[in-house]
């Protein structure tokens, strides 16, 4: 199993529009993202610039129903 990489919340975004993810919604920095087929919903904060910490980024990818190695082929 490959290692997470080290990775910003703008690249796991646009990974995840890739996805077929659409914006929900966005609070503050925090964007809401949905799958209109399977409507599953992530939240991921976007913070000027940050890498996310693997766990969050483990959350991020379970929430969206997504392995690591379909996450990492979108990047």
């Not at 949905?34 to 990818?61: E, N």
């Amino acid at each position: 199993m490959p290692k997470l990489p080290s990775i910003t919340a703008r690249r796991v975004v646009r990974a995840l529009r890739r996805a077929g993810f659409v914006e929900d919604r966005q609070k503050g920095s925090h964007l809401v993202l949905l799958h209109p087929a399977t409507k599953a919903r992530t939240v991921v904060p976007v913070h000027a610039g940050k890498a996310l910490k693997q766990p969050l980024l483990r959350a991020i990818l379970h929430d969206a129903g997504l392995t690591l190695e379909q996450f990492l082929g979108l990047l």
